[in-house]
């Protein structure tokens, strides 16, 4: 595993994002650590859309518990 994974920086410093619901139409806030994110509207678990290299790295299972293991909640 590289030393530090530069894809990986959304996930040591989330951002929020919004996306479409694809059932209601309404707006979905999701976080860049959030696998999925429920719609207020309508209550349908939407997929983050937001591409990662979790997706496709042989290393992500390993990248993401250090990574999420590093996030301070306050």
């Known amino acids: ?5 530069p894809g990986s920086d959304n996930m040591r410093t ?3 994002a919004t996306q ?3 059932a209601c139409g309404g707006e979905v806030e999701v976080f ?3 696998p999925n994110a429920k719609c ?3 209550g349908w678990t939407a997929e983050n859309a937001t591409q990662s ?3 496709w790295c042989r290393f992500a ?5 250090e990574a999420e ?3 301070k909640f306050t």
Do not use: E, I, Q
Request: charged fraction near 20%; charge should be positive.
């Open 69 to 71: 293991s590093s996030v």
């Open 40 to 42: 207020g509207v309508c």
């Open 53 to 55: 290299c979790f997706t």
């Open 1 to 5: 595993m590289p030393p530090r994974c």
């Open 32 to 34: 860049s650590t959030d």
């Open 61 to 65: 299972d390993r990248c993401r518990a």
């Open 20 to 22: 479409k619901c694809p």
């Open 14 to 16: 989330p951002t929020l």
